[in-house]
């Protein structure tokens, strides 16, 4: 795959790795995730209402420039140099990372229940079985921790702190908004590889992930990604019980 190619600064990455379970990198990712989503959310909690507006904002900003800042680096210094089938934003959870970033500025009811849903079930399974898509040095492992538990807290916090509410039938519509960018991706994909040298598979929408998951069944593309639709509408619904009994309210139409 063509990609740019400079001296590299960064060590030896490797593109996909799955870390496993029982791996100490596994527990660190977990513990400072646990530790990451505890901060962002005592921070939102520490400010008043006027300043969690603005601060909203400013917050945006700062994971836009995240993403930039790892992009920008990645083409610099990566190993392999920027390649447009691995190092790209495409997956299900960097998508979900953009428009929740884009949200802290628009407060838009589509794109919250959307990224809630969405990025609450990618980031948990993302946790469970992790997938370093753009490679293993520190940067990625840290961006991959901050990134995916940004998109499990921030809907908690927009719940909270700023108005936004689950309505009943908001998982279906977000079922359906997941399989129109799925589909769409797997034409992206089909676009990128063109280039008989590139492997582009985001949001694995072109093959299975290596991972050991109950949910990945063992069929052909593009079949073993019709049950996964109905494995996250299910997710949807636990979510949907889970906030009903949190806030001790009915869903509204």
Not at 35 to 62: A, N, P, Q, R, T
Not at 122 to 142: C, E, V
Not at 195 to 202: G, M
């Amino acid at each position: 795959m063509m990609s740019i190619q400079l001296n590299s600064t960064l060590p030896t990455e490797e593109v996909g790795r799955v870390v496993e379970l029982g791996e100490p990198l596994y527990w660190k990712m977990m513990v400072s995730a646990i530790i990451c989503c505890y901060l962002v959310f005592k921070l939102f909690d520490s400010l008043s209402e006027k300043k969690k507006v603005d601060f909203l904002k400013v917050f945006g900003v700062l994971l836009l420039l995240t993403q930039f800042t790892i992009l920008t680096l990645s083409a610099l210094f990566a190993e392999n140099g920027f390649a447009l089938d691995h190092h790209l934003p495409l997956h299900f959870c960097s998508i979900n990372y953009l428009f929740i970033s884009l949200n802290c500025f628009l407060r838009n009811r589509m794109l919250f229940y959307a990224t809630g849903y969405m990025g609450i079930t990618g980031g948990l399974h993302a946790f469970l079985t992790p997938i370093l898509t753009a490679g293993d040095s520190n940067m990625q492992i840290a961006f991959f921790v901050f990134s995916h538990s940004i998109i499990i807290i921030m809907p908690l916090i927009m719940i909270r702190h700023f108005n936004m509410k689950f309505r009943k039938f908001d998982w279906i519509k977000t079922v359906f908004i997941g399989i129109f960018v799925s589909t769409l991706m797997m034409g992206i994909n089909a676009l990128i590889n063109i280039d008989p040298s590139a492997e582009a598979n985001y949001m694995f929408v072109s093959d299975k992930p290596e991972v050991d998951n109950p949910f990945l069944l063992d069929l052909p593309l593009p079949y073993y990604i019709f049950p996964l639709y109905v494995v996250a509408g299910a997710h949807m619904i636990v979510i949907n019980w889970i906030y009903k009994k949190a806030m001790g309210v009915q869903l509204e139409r």
